[in-house]
């Protein structure tokens, strides 16, 4: 396995309890410069000491060149890099970082909803913010397990007013969604992040109801967008490498493509981090992944080689 090419040596200079279980960071360049423009809903790659690869949404502000942001929630179950963030001194510590990359970009609409359930508030703050900063019509549902656990809450509030609802789950059900999206008129869109759970939920909601809709996942869950057969052979060429390959149904797109000893980049390889992220050239890809927003699936500019395949019998890859 290789890691994303993390092309930023930055400075850990600060960290912050936001909430109970939730620590945030906040890195800066060594010799103090600009750091790349990003834009809300963008995340970083961090490689930590242990050598883990970890994918987390930039939280601050995208005006702010001079430091990154992010948040963390204490995992108990998780695969290690929150235990090992929130465990190690990292304040005045280097970290290798990759520039911020958005697959959960704010996209053009009259209205905006913007949905959180936990830690998945963090690409959601950005947006408010620049939603607020545009004039744009927005509203906001903030659903988590006590206030207390609840980080940027209070910046929230003081962001939008009345146009916020948080909703503590510990003493209230969650709001109705398809009363949230039926307000909403036909242009409008919804965001939502946070457990696979609430993400569903939305995504049930608005497509019963119409609704364009825009999610972001922490976790795998496959979602196939095609009706490729996993029993069916695909045949896959890496065109810059000349490299033609009948790739069966018990190896995935990135066992074959290093198998033909092509470099490629990875990470989780279970759809979620993005690391992978290949072009695609010719094909029609089944994508699996939980990066890739609605709008980049229909494209079928981009894809997952770790999970996803394809719904015909070929594929072209810039590999």
């Not at 939730?22 to 490689?47: F, R």
């Not at 996209?107 to 939603?131: D, F, H, K, S």
């Not at 789950?169 to 036909?186: G, N, V, W």
């Not at 993005?274 to 494209?299: F, Y």
Request: aromatic content about 4%; overall charge negative; some cysteine.
């Amino acid at each position: 396995m290789t890691t994303a090419r993390h092309d930023l040596t930055l400075r850990v200079t600060a960290a912050t309890w936001e909430a109970d279980g939730v620590l945030g960071l906040t890195l800066h360049t060594i010799d103090g410069s600009d750091l790349p423009v990003w834009e809300a809903g963008a995340h970083i790659d961090v490689l930590l000491p242990s050598g883990r690869n970890r994918q987390y949404s930039l939280c601050g502000d995208p005006r702010d060149r001079k430091r990154y942001q992010i948040a963390v929630r204490l995992e108990d179950a998780g695969r290690g890099g929150s235990a090992e963030i929130h465990g190690t001194a990292l304040v005045g510590e280097q970290l290798r970082v990759a520039s911020p990359r958005n697959h959960f970009a704010l996209r053009e609409a009259a209205e905006y909803l913007l949905i959180a359930g936990g830690i998945g508030v963090t690409p959601l703050l950005p947006m408010a913010t620049a939603l607020h900063r545009r004039t744009a019509a927005w509203s906001m549902l903030y659903c988590g397990r006590g206030a207390d656990t609840m980080p940027f809450r209070e910046e929230l509030v003081a962001l939008g007013g009345k146009q916020v609802r948080l909703v503590d789950t510990t003493i209230e059900d969650r709001p109705d969604l398809k009363d949230a999206t039926h307000r909403l008129p036909p242009d409008a869109v919804v965001y939502c992040c946070g457990p696979a759970s609430l993400i569903d939920a939305v995504v049930e909601t608005c497509e019963a109801s119409g609704t364009r809709y825009e999610t972001e996942r922490f976790a795998a869950n496959e979602q196939r967008t095609g009706t490729g057969e996993d029993n069916d052979e695909l045949e896959l060429e890496l065109r810059r490498s000349g490299v033609v390959l009948a790739v069966g149904p018990d190896t995935t797109l990135l066992e074959a493509i290093r198998g033909a000893g092509v470099e490629a980049d990875s990470d989780c390889e279970e759809g979620y981090c993005g690391t992978c992220e290949t072009t695609v050239l010719e094909g029609d890809p089944d994508h699996r992944d939980v990066v890739l927003s609605k709008v980049e699936r229909a494209a079928g500019k981009t894809m997952m080689p770790c999970v996803s395949r394809a719904c015909g019998k070929k594929l072209v890859l810039d590999l």
